[in-house]
């Protein structure tokens, strides 16, 4: 059922940028190189496809390396997968698909272990067995990590050196991915990109491939302050939206509870703390010294992120403040269980093993992005997606800790088996795409930030909805632009910006990670996935789908 929206002026549906000057070619593009992205160019080497890997700075600076939780699987014997689905689905309040829900928690125990043959090396016991520890929302301990708190950064390794081992993968690195490129049935055939120094002055090349996967990561960089790298701007759904895709659950952004709080006017990528810290027995306080989770949820700290985050953004609203106090003193081997973390509080005059450590929610993680089938398949023929840039149905209303590497690896994998079965003959080029191409200038992002993180955050309500989404509206006439990375940038988070304003202005109800203070409670006729689109003059629509029926993929 279409759902009406008022969204203003149309969105780009192409972006402005000078011909390819150069091209090289591959069976398999895949746009980002994140544990989704490399683990697709491993699966997809494995069926014997040449790979093309386009990652916009280099390989390490996606947001993987950042993650400093962990990865969720059942290994111990007392644990099941009907025990993690059952949390999963908990977390999601009843918007996960069950199918990819299974499809995660049965597969993911064999994908971990082939991390670990492709090099990952995870905390041991002294008897050599996997250490499990447990983290927000879980019912027991699953969760495995690497370093302590270092789990991204192993995997990150793992994969590079992994990828960088095998000569037919093409590693094109400082590439920032613009436009879908089509053969002439109309199939995804590559992609238009800007690498920087490379071929033509202005570096604008084209990628050609029998299939494109999008593995670009997340969109947090669309609020002022996120624990997203700088890259994060929602390339992969932008191109995706513009080339026809449907995205779904857009609304669903998750804040991680507990950034470190660096003061009033910190933008962009604020320090993580991970919620590993309380999970060791870490505790939340407000500014008079109090305990306040315990009263909230069942699970306390240990509650899932949307229930803490919401807590947090009480108490902060209640007492007038801009953040809480995580109090992680007296945990025994705070320095060396959590390396990372302590060096960074340290770096910002904190110590969290003698001092309280001032936090507060920030964008973290989008659970919605291109609604895919469970082989990774968007409605575009032969584009595909996977981990954050995807909506597989796993992570619902608000996703699992520790859910998001394993989704990566699962699904990364079912689309090497896609691949490896569908893969077509090359096809002849299709024509010049004959729509009109825009761009945003630059100097839209910072109201377009603050406006997302003032209306469209962790507290929503109909008016401030209405009032970003004409805020958004005003910047998309600013059109003056010159083709390059900052107006491309900006001009795939107004995009994305959009779509997520309209869907959260549509859904009248508070779940999981989406909070309406003018409908604070879930609607049992909202409990239907919301789907995003353009038109073709740009303009979002909107569609309501019921959970457990599947995107429409037809290819």
Partial sequence: MAISADVGPGLPRRLRAPAPGWELTADVCVVGSGVAGLCVALHARAAGLSVAVVTKVEVDDGSTRWAQGGIAAVLDPADTPAAHARDTEVAG???????????????????????????????????????????GGHSTDRIVHAGGDATGAEVQRALRDAVAADPGVTLVEHAMVLDLLRDADGR????????????????????RARAVVLATGGMGQVYAATTNPGVSTGDGVALGLRAGAVATDLEFVQFHPTALYLGPDA???????????????????????????????????LAPRDVVAKAITRVQLRDGVDHVWLDAVGLPGLAERFPTIVARCREAGIDPVTDLVPVTPAAHYASGGLATDLSGRTTVPGLYACGEVACTGVHGANRLASNSLLEGLVFAARIGDALARELPVPAAAGPVDPRPAGLVDVAARGPLTTAMSARVGAVRSGPGLAEAAGQLAALGEWTTAVPGVPGWETTDLLTVATAITAAATAREETRGCHWREDHPEAVEDWQVHVDVRLDDDGRVRLTRRPVGTPVAVDW
């Fill in 93 to 135: 309040v009843g918007l996960c698909d069950p199918d990819a829900v299974r499809a995660l928690v049965t597969e993911g125990p064999e994908r971990l272990h082939q991390l670990i043959s492709w090099g990952a090396a995870f905390d041991r016991g002294p008897t050599g067995r996997l250490l499990l520890t447990r983290e």
């Fill in 188 to 207: 995804a055939a590559g992609v238009t990109l800007h690498v920087l120094g490379e071929g033509s002055a202005d570096g604008v090349g084209a990628v």
């Fill in 267 to 301: 933008r962009g990528q604020q320090p993580l703390v991970s919620e590993a810290l309380r999970g060791e027995g870490a505790v939340l306080r407000d500014g008079a010294g109090e305990r306040f989770m315990p009263g909230v949820h069942p699970l306390a700290e």
